[in-house]
T-cell receptor, first 116, second 110 residues
Framework: DADVTQTPRNRITKTGKRIMLECSQTKGHDRMYWYRQDPGLGLRLIYYSFDVKDINKGEISDGYSVSRQAQAKFSLSLESAIPNQTALYFC???????????????FGPGTRLTVL | QKEVEQNSGPLSVPEGAIASLNCTYSDRGSQSFFWYRQYSGKSPELIMSIYSNGDKEDGRFTAQLNKASQYVSLLIRDSQPSDSATYLCAVSRAGTALIFGKGTTLSVSS
């Protein structure tokens, strides 16, 4: 089984709908991240969480919210989806031992979201 | 604004050649450096990590780090068509989120 899973893998929705993307991990990592990827723009950080009680905004948090339900679960919500949120969304995890080698991030398979 | 810069490419090399991918970063406090490979529509996959100046080799891949010049590079020897992908450079200070470059697209022709 995959260490980092994302559901759904594909989603088509309409403008104004509320959408939740879910991420689960079995790696035992404390840190979890949400990115979006658009052609030509690379990976952009939306939110990150260094533990269950620590949530931080990333580069492009407007229009998104997150919930860290448990160490292993981190959800991303689009409260009112708009077409320019159409993108590929990735969840990632990393360890928290404090060593520089712990910064390695491991990615889930991604969710392709289309907002019509 | 901390930045990671990569040439977007595409970088085209013939099969068997050496592919050289470069990355520069703006934050002198960066301590961790990574190269990820990403096939179209798939998730990034870690290829190499490097933390100290010099070279680090793993099979056909060599990562090179020069902190004084603030650049990190990836060499792929004996390039194969299966190496055709986008390569993402990422850097971070210890304990912080990675900052990614926009990636370089590599095309290896047979």
């Amino acid at each position: 089984d995959a260490d980092v899973t994302q559901t759904p893998r594909n989603r088509i929705t309409k403008t104004g709908k509320r959408i939740m993307l879910e991420c689960s991990q079995t790696k035992g990592h404390d840190r979890m991240y949400w990115y979006r990827q658009d052609p030509g723009l690379g990976l952009r950080l939306i939110y990150y969480s260094f533990d269950v009680k620590d949530i931080n905004k990333g580069e492009i948090s407007d229009g998104y919210s997150v919930s860290r339900q448990a160490q292993a679960k981190f959800s991303l919500s689009l409260e009112s989806a708009i077409p320019n949120q159409t993108a590929l969304y990735f969840c990632a995890t990393s360890d928290s031992t404090g060593t520089i080698t712990a910064d390695t991030q491991y990615f889930g398979p991604g969710t392709r979201l289309t907002v019509l | 604004q901390k930045e990671v810069e990569q040439n977007s490419g595409p970088l085209s090399v013939p099969e068997g050649a050496i592919a050289s991918l470069n990355c520069t970063y703006s934050d002198r406090g960066s301590q961790s450096f990574f190269w990820y490979r990403q096939y179209s529509g798939k998730s990034p996959e870690l290829i190499m990590s490097i933390y100290s100046n010099g070279d680090k080799e793993d099979g056909r891949f060599t990562a090179q780090l020069n902190k004084a010049s603030q650049y990190v590079s990836l060499l792929i020897r004996d390039s194969q068509p299966s190496d055709s992908a986008t390569y993402l450079c990422a850097v971070s200070r210890a304990g912080t989120a990675l900052i990614f470059g926009k990636g370089t697209t590599l095309s290896v022709s047979s």
